[in-house]
């Protein structure tokens, strides 16, 4: 299974500039934990970091710092962990250990920023492995007891 299968196509982006009230409504708006944020002028888009819900929580709120006061420039992550598209799960989970981040950027073949996976999208599609695993047994187990023959006891 690779990263085109379970990554999210809703890319949420935010100026530097945005309030982090602004950011929390966006998240929530959008139902998203992360905003990539990209410069304020021009607004082409492009990625310069990540704020997660996580960076609101820990890095202003639990400073003290007022959510009209501080800017996601204040709080975000520069720079912005990728991974192609066509890449495999192991490899998302290897970035991910290897960056110390719980969210990657997926590319398209030409460079550009198609999705976002979360370490929850690979919990998720993993989960859903083993799910399929435990079928197998299920059904080996139901296969051997449906051929199965009872053998008489003898008696004494």
């Not at 710092?65 to 800017?71: L, R, V, W, Y």
């Amino acid at each position: 299974m690779n990263l085109e299968q379970i990554s999210s196509r809703t890319i949420v982006r935010a100026p530097r500039s945005c309030r982090l009230r602004e950011a929390a409504e966006m998240m929530r708006r959008h139902h998203v934990g992360a905003l990539i944020v990209t410069d304020d002028e021009p607004h082409d888009g492009n990625a310069i970091g990540i704020v997660t819900d996580r960076d609101l929580v820990l890095q202003a709120m639990a400073e003290g710092i007022g959510p009209d006061e501080a800017t996601l420039a204040d709080v975000m992550t520069e720079g912005l962990a990728t991974i192609e598209q066509g890449a495999e799960i192991q490899a998302a989970i290897k970035t991910m250990r290897d960056n110390g981040v719980r969210r990657l950027g997926v590319k398209a073949d030409g460079g550009a920023l198609v999705g976002v996976v979360a370490f929850d999208d690979l919990v998720a599609a993993l989960a859903a492995q083993f799910t399929y695993l435990a079928g197998i047994i299920q059904n080996e187990r139901a296969r051997e007891i449906e051929q199965s023959t009872e053998v008489p006891l003898l008696a004494l």
